[in-house]
C-alpha cells in the first residue's frame, strides 16, 4: 500500500494514516449514489491508537449538523441552508479534474468514487467565527483522488470551485459574495491522510445544506477551507485563489489552520462554543491545530504560524 507519487511527496512522509482515528471501512455501497443503504459496517483494526487521538469524540447531533450552517451560496443566516438548499441540484452530477494531471478529465460522481473505499472519520470541525461540531463523516481520502489522477511534479497547489447554480441559490441571485466559492489547498496538505472528501454523514448521503453530494474536509483548518459541493478540483504550480481570502486577507488568510494564540482581528480564537448540547451547552478551548498537531504541525515547520493565520 505504499506507493510513492510521481511528484517528491511520498505517503511515507507523512504521519501513518492509521494510528490517530477512530475509523470504520463502510461498504461503498455507503455513497448514497444509486440510493444503496448503507452496509454494514466493518470495524478496521488498523493498530493501537496513541493515547491523545483516543480521546472519544462525541459527535454532534445530526439535527444540529443539518440545521447549523454556513453555504453563503443558500444566504448568509445559519439556518438559511437547511431552508434554501433543497433547491441544490444533485443529479445528475460531475467533477472534473484537470490543471497539472496525467489524466485531466471530467466524471460522473459514480465514476468518480468507483472503486473507492469510503471511510468513517470523526472529526473537531471548527468554524472560524469560534463555534465548533464534531461530525461523523463518511468518505474518501483526496490522496487516492490525486494519485489516481496523476499529480506532475509542477503541481504545488490544488485548486476547488463550488458548482454555481444562479436560479437554484438564492444567495447567488442575491450576490452575497463572489461565486462560484473557490478553495486551495498546498499539495502537501491536500495529500495528508486527514484530508478527506466527504460523501456522507452519520451513514447517510450529505444533505444539500451540507455541500452535497461531495465536499473538502480539512479538519486542521478554520471551516471555511472546507469547501462544498464540488465541481472542479485543479492541480496548479501557483497558489489558487480562495473566497474568504480574496473578500478579506486581512481576517481570513490562505492557510487558515486553526490556531488557538492566533486572534482573528475582531475576536479571539483561544475557545469556541460548542453547538448542541442543550442545556449543557458550553464553550471548550481550543486546540492548536484543532487537535490535529501531531498529524500536521510538521508540514509548517519553519514557518510562522502567525503570518500563515
Ligand atoms: N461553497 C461553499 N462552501 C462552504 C461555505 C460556503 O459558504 N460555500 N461555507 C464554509 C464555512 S464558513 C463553514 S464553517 C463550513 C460549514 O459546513 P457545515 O455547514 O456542513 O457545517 O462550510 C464551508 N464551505
Ligand atoms: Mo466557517
Known sequence: MAHRWKNDLSREDVTPKADFLNRRQIMAGALGIGGTAIGAAALGTMGATPAAAQEALEPTSLEDILQYNNFYEFGTGKSDPANNAHALQTEPWS?????????????????????????????????????????????????????RAGVQSAAKY??????????????????????????????????????????????????????APIRLVVPWKYGFKSIKSIVRITLTE????????????????????????????????????????????????????????????????????????
Not at 187 to 196: G, H, K, Q, R
Not at 202 to 211: C, T
Not at 279 to 285: I, N, Q, T, V, W
Open 238 to 309: 501557483d497558489e489558487p485563489p480562495a473566497t474568504w481570502n480574496i473578500i478579506n486577507p486581512r481576517e481570513y488568510g490562505f492557510y487558515s489552520n486553526v490556531n488557538p494564540n492566533v486572534s482573528h482581528p475582531r475576536w479571539s480564537q483561544a475557545s469556541h462554543r460548542v453547538i448542541g448540547g442543550g442545556l449543557f451547552a458550553g464553550r471548550e478551548e481550543t486546540l492548536m491545530f484543532n487537535g490535529y498537531e501531531e498529524e500536521v504541525a510538521s508540514m509548517y515547520e519553519g514557518m510562522d504560524l502567525a503570518e500563515f493565520y
Open 95 to 147: 467533477i472534473t479534474i484537470d490543471g497539472l494531471v496525467d489524466n485531466p478529465g471530467t466524471l460522473s460522481l459514480a465514476d468518480f468514487m468507483d472503486g473507492l473505499t469510503v471511510e468513517e472519520r470523526i472529526y473537531r470541525f471548527r468554524c472560524v467565527e469560534a463555534w465548533s461540531m464534531v461530525v461523523p463523516w463518511n468518505g474518501v481520502e483526496l490522496a487516492d483522488i490525486l494519485e
Open 158 to 211: 490544488v485548486a476547488f470551485e463550488t458548482v454555481v447554480q444562479p436560479e437554484n441559490m438564492i444567495g447567488v441571485q442575491r450576490g452575497v459574495i463572489p461565486f462560484p466559492y473557490v478553495e486551495g489547498l498546498r499539495l502537501d496538505e491536500a495529500m495528508n491522510p486527514l484530508t478527506i472528501l466527504a460523501t456522507g454523514i452519520y451513514g447517510e448521503p450529505l444533505a444539500n445544506q451540507n455541500g
